[in-house]
């Protein structure tokens, strides 16, 4: 379970800064863990730029 819970984006709100703060994440394996913190930024763009694609060309505007 711990492997699962440290590889989904919320370990990168408060595990990663504090392990980095605190030290006992260093080196090649701060590194890694910020690449992983980035590439979950750009999925989660990546989706919300699709959907809002999808939203918009549904939306109909009616003016006046």
């Known amino acids: 379970v711990r492997v ?3 590889r989904l984006p919320f370990a990168g709100l408060w595990d990663l800064p504090l ?3 605190s ?6 394996d701060a590194v890694w863990a910020l690449a992983r913190t980035a590439g979950w930024a750009v999925v ?4 919300g730029w ?3 694609r999808v ?3 549904r939306l109909v ?4």
Do not use: D, I, P, T
Request: glycine share 16%; with cysteine.
């Open 4 to 6: 699962v819970l440290e």
């Open 61 to 64: 505007s009616h003016g006046g």
């Open 44 to 47: 989660f763009a990546v989706c």
């Open 23 to 28: 030290g006992h994440l260093a080196g090649a």
């Open 55 to 57: 939203s918009l060309s």
């Open 50 to 52: 699709c959907s809002l």
């Open 19 to 21: 392990r980095m703060y």
